[in-house]
């Protein structure tokens, strides 16, 4: 009797755990669509906070920035049927704060840039059962400006409207190459 009980766990445990699996196959086409997600999301914001940088420096960026970065997102977001999200452990933004499993995304990236490994997107079901895609955000030169080291690269200028707008920032200290945060792109289909 407990052999067949314990057959029949053994069974449904097996059932259950293939059911909330992400076939290969899958993971490689939400990979590539995770991919696509961030990489147009981060052209959108780039290329409108850039030409705002170019009109009137930080001083007309940053609150841009803060005004548009989460309608575009919310835009691109619905053009995508997914839900994009920028986090990271030091958010300017409270709006964005990570939640626990990005935490421990942006920690296991964390890791491998410790051990000099390559960082790679992640795709996997969340505990909804939906599929999510992760990838990291690693700190290009042009950003320096204004999440850098404040008086090497963040200007007393720069630090006193970011702090008039995030008063709660966190975001600065960066160097060129590090892990800023991560993509979060929970699909809805």
């Not at 076939?23 to 409108?48: H, N, P, R, V």
């Not at 609150?63 to 999200?85: G, H, Q, V, W």
């Not at 200007?155 to 993509?183: F, H, M, Q």
Request: aromatic residues 6%.
């Amino acid at each position: 009797m407990i052999q067949k009980l314990t057959i029949v766990l053994v069974v449904l445990v097996a059932l259950s755990s293939c059911s909330s699996a992400i076939s290969e196959k899958d993971k490689q086409a939400y990979t590539l669509k995770g991919k696509e997600i961030a990489e147009a999301s981060f052209l959108a914001l780039s290329t409108q906070l850039m030409e705002q940088m170019k009109a009137g420096g930080p001083a007309q960026a940053i609150p841009f920035c803060n005004e548009k970065a989460m309608p575009i997102s919310d835009e691109l977001s619905a053009k995508y049927e997914a839900t994009i999200k920028r986090t990271s452990i030091n958010v300017r933004n409270e709006q964005n704060a990570p939640s626990k499993r990005e935490l421990e995304v942006m920690s296991e990236y964390q890791k491998l840039i410790s051990e000099k490994k390559e960082l790679k997107p992640i795709v996997e079901l969340d505990a909804d059962n939906k599929k999510h895609f992760y990838a990291p955000i690693i700190l290009k030169a042009n950003c320096l400006v204004c999440h850098g080291k404040e008086n090497e690269t963040v200007s007393v200028k720069t630090d006193s409207i970011i702090k008039s707008l995030y008063p709660n920032d966190k975001a600065v200290g960066y160097s060129e190459g590090d892990l800023r945060g991560i993509w979060s792109i929970n699909f809805k289909n």
